[in-house]
């Protein structure tokens, strides 16, 4: 089992639908949908546009944190003593000029693309109304060869397509149709209302729109799709896919694509049209977005709504997977079944014209999207988390960029496609990213940083200075931590547990140290330390703790979208996975007994050669268990072979053999007093052979309570 340890982190640390930067949220799973925090290890000198030197990148390609003083934005000087630090290059009222702007992005994304291996680029950058910026890079198609064009390839914006389900969600209360504050069943079809599941409050609307309806977060298998036979309508998705209430509803955000999925069911009961052709009437046509659509390119089916119109579907961008024989192209991913959470495909052109109609509070050349109220509640964050930490906006994420400055917007991840959507209020300024291959998550995520550090924000001082108090007492935050985002049964829950996790240590000089699936963060304490608000020592993400009397009981990432728990001890991987060497070096042993033990040894009474037969098909049963379980963890290099075949031969026949041979530690436990007993002396196991048997029943007994309490043991829930 320790390699479903290493292997899930390698293979899962990705959005399980989820996210690939602070801000970049997919429907994608575990988490997909825990999301990354942007790391700004691309870095320009601010008034060149050639890049700096970058440090190697961590295992988990994320940079690792900057420990020597710097100047974000300019190189260490040679002689150690910081440059004179100066002003923003432009003020907020300033507009970015359009050539340095163009030269700036220039050498960011194709210095990205070169070193991350990504197959094509999209962006757009807005300001005061008008379209600044709008470039491709890269090709749409490698076979034959198709350049990105800003103004008609089309790319999976992921999780972005959630912001016009939210807009849907508002302008049916704008027409007094839904109420914020009601229980969301009352505006749903009866087959598909949520289920009290034992909890008395009901999931109200507003709880969709800040992720905090309490579900589960399940994906794989399910959330995207590599057939199109295989795509469903919005409805059997809904009810087939009912996730379980975990907790209740308006405690805490944590990312739900089946919420959003669930409001877009809403706004098409009320409304009386079908999801697509409600956007496409309230929002798409209005702004002129010609080449957007929540349609797939897909033949037509009987109870799903129409595909893809004809003319769009040469400029839909492929998806690639970079390999050492380089790129690989992608079947195409039908996120049709949930489309409300994430099925939309645009362009730079098109999202350009969004973020104008969004920065102008509703409204685009004349035309009315939405109202005031409902802009000012778009830019209004509800916080369901600490001081410090970003928040949710009915649906858009609020959160901060280097200079001090608020931002709002949304991420978007599929398994290749990887997005990101910024609009700065303060600076007129809208910015949108979008990367067509698995490797550009890094790229998206810190782009919209990266441009506003280069314009807007002042040079900043790094690391930051850490606690002396803390490095006193770092048992107060210490530990391992599990994401609320994620599945709570099943092997699912299984698996997303150990891409969910996060150990939270701290230095020395009294910093705080996360390693996760966005790999390593340093944090330095930001205020009183009482207050456990941490930021971190080379940027502007955040995290907040909240506490017991004497320790943290859980933490709060810089984005929103979950609540990291303090797991208990067996909730460990460490834990797991010295259980699992223990187990295996207990059926080892057994297995060699029976081969290198002499005639004497054999003398055993019938109770005890039940219990050592029994035990030797125990040993094979694990020994098999791990290595169909290393088997399956072989193949989980590439994202997509988890989400498109979950769960998979090996690892439900992994979870079977576990599940016999835990079945049998409860025989041999059982019969540990006969076997002590024995009989007479000819006739029984010596003291060193019934020791080692009990031994042995103990650490089976011991893993295989383990491996239930992490829902290992249930091959059906596959």
């Known amino acids: 089992m320790r390699t479903i340890v290493i292997a899930a982190l390698a293979a899962l640390a990705m959005t399980l639908a989820g996210p690939a930067a602070v801000r970049a949220q997919g429907p994608a799973a575990p988490g997909a949908g825990l999301p990354k925090g942007p790391t700004p290890y691309l870095q320009l000198q601010p008034r060149k546009a050639a890049p700096k030197p970058r440090p190697a990148a961590s295992p988990t390609g994320q940079a690792p944190a900057l420990l020597a003083p710097h100047v974000a934005g300019a190189p260490p000087s040679a002689t150690g003593v910081l440059p004179v630090l100066t002003g923003a290059r432009l003020a907020p009222g300033q507009p970015l000029p359009a050539a340095e702007l163009e030269t700036f992005v220039d050498g960011v994304v194709k210095d990205a693309m070169a070193h991350e291996h990504i197959a094509g680029v999209t962006v757009a950058v807005v300001q005061n109304g008008q379209v600044v910026l709008k470039k491709g890079y890269g090709f749409a198609n490698l076979n034959p060869r198709r350049p990105v064009d800003p103004d008609r390839t089309l790319f999976r914006v992921g999780s972005i397509s959630k912001t016009f389900t939210w807009i849907a969600v508002m302008k049916e209360v704008e027409a007094g149709r839904m109420r914020l504050n009601q229980p969301v069943n009352l505006y749903l079809p009866e087959k598909v209302q949520v289920k009290d599941q034992g909890y008395d409050q009901p999931v109200r609307v507003i709880n969709l729109m800040d992720h905090s309806p309490g579900f589960e977060d399940r994906a794989l298998g399910q959330l995207f799709e590599d057939k199109a036979s295989r795509v469903r309508p919005l409805e059997l998705y809904l009810r087939q896919e ?37 956007i496409e009437d309230e929002i798409l046509m209005p702004l002129g977005m010609t080449h957007t659509t929540f349609r797939e390119p897909r033949p037509v089916k009987a109870g799903l709504p129409a595909p893809m119109p004809e003319p769009l579907r040469p400029d839909v961008a492929m998806p690639y997977h970079w390999t050492p024989a380089g790129f690989e192209g992608r079947p195409y991913e039908f996120i049709g079944q949930v489309a409300p959470a994430g099925a939309a495909s645009s362009t730079a052109a098109d999202m350009a014209r969004y973020m104008i109609m969004l920065l102008n509070g509703g409204q685009f050349d004349g035309v009315t999207v939405f109202g005031p109220r409902t802009a000012q509640l778009f830019r209004t964050a509800l916080r369901k988390t600490p001081p410090g930490v970003n928040g949710w906006a009915h649906g858009f994420m609020i959160f901060g960029l280097p200079g001090g400055f608020r931002a709002y917007g949304h991420g978007g991840d599929t398994l290749d496609f990887h997005s990101n959507l910024v609009t700065v209020p303060q600076l007129g300024l809208g910015v949108f990213i979008s990367t067509s291959s698995q490797t550009g998550a890094s790229l998206a995520g810190r782009f919209p940083d990266r441009l506003v550090q280069e314009f807007y924000a002042p040079p900043q001082i790094y690391p930051r200075a850490g606690s002396p108090e803390l490095a006193e ?99 460990r991987p460490l834990t797991l996975g010295g259980l699992a060497a223990l187990t295996g070096l207990a059926a080892l042993s057994t297995l060699g007994g029976v081969a290198l033990r002499n005639r004497r040894e054999f003398r055993e009474n019938q109770i005890q050669t039940r219990a050592s037969l029994v035990q030797n098909i125990q040993a094979v049963l694990w020994l098999a268990a791990m290595a169909l379980a290393g088997l399956w963890a072989s193949k989980t290099g590439d994202m997509a072979t988890v989400v498109y075949r979950w769960p998979g031969a090996a690892l439900v026949t992994a979870s079977a053999c576990a599940l016999v041979a835990a079945g049998l530690t409860v025989t041999t436990f059982l019969a540990l007093p006969a076997i002590w007993r024995g009989g007479r002396r000819v006739d029984s196991w010596n003291q060193l052979r019934k020791t080692g048997f009990t031994f042995t029943v103990l650490i089976y007994s011991a893993f295989s309570v383990v491996l239930a309490l992490w829902r290992a043991l249930s091959p059906w829930s596959g």
Not at 247 to 275: H, I
């Open 242 to 278: 009912r996730p379980r209430r975990v907790r209740a509803p308006g405690v805490v955000s944590s990312y739900s694509n089946y919420g959003a999925a669930l409001a877009g069911e809403a706004v098409t009961y009320t409304s009386g049209k079908p999801f697509e052709r409600l």
């Open 473 to 571: 007492n770092p048992q107060a935050v210490s530990g391992y931590y599990l994401t609320s985002r994620r599945a709570y049964s099943g092997l699912e829950g299984l698996v997303t547990s150990f891409a969910g996790g996060s150990s939270v240590s701290v230095t020395p000089q009294g910093r705080l140290v996360t390693a996760g699936r966005d790999g390593l963060r340093i944090w330095a304490p930001e205020g009183p330390l009482e207050d456990r608000r941490f930021i971190a020592v080379d940027g502007e993400q955040r995290i907040a703790f909240t506490t017991e009397p004497d320790r943290a009981s859980a933490y709060f990432p810089s984005f929103g979208g979950a609540r990291m728990e303090r797991a208990p001890i067996w909730r």
